[in-house]
């Protein structure tokens, strides 16, 4: 069993920066691939940015060049860098394993 709590989103302004962190209980954290889902009100949950267990990154193309993910096996912690943020970055924000457990998410809102 893994549980994942996020944190870190909020509020910001168009252009501002915003870092998501994933904390995973449970042991064995460095054997799952990691990703960063996000949901738009009234639209589909997307992939956003994925990560092996190996480090390899990959990115949806509307993100690529702002958003970094990133992980601290020693931390149990995957990280999800977000800079020039646009209002369509706006929607929650879900950590997810390969293994398909989901966190809780967490709202990011950017606006003017």
């Known amino acids: 069993q893994v549980q994942l709590v996020e944190s870190g989103g909020g509020l910001v302004q168009p252009g501002g920066s915003l870092r998501l962190s994933c904390l995973a209980s449970?042991?064995?954290?460095?054997?799952?691939?990691m990703d960063w889902y996000r949901q738009a009100p009234g639209r589909q949950r997307e992939l956003v940015a994925a990560?092996?267990?190996?480090?390899?990154?990959n990115y949806v193309d509307s993100v690529k060049g702002r958003f970094t993910i990133s992980r601290d096996n020693a931390k149990n912690t995957v990280y999800l860098q977000m800079n020039s943020l646009k209002p369509e970055d706006t929607g929650v924000y879900y950590c997810?394993?390969?293994?398909?457990?989901w966190g809780q998410g967490t709202q990011v809102t950017v606006s003017s």
């Open positions: 990560i092996s267990r190996g480090g390899m990154t």
């Open positions: 449970g042991a064995m954290f460095s054997i799952y691939a």
């Open positions: 997810h394993t390969n293994t398909d457990y």
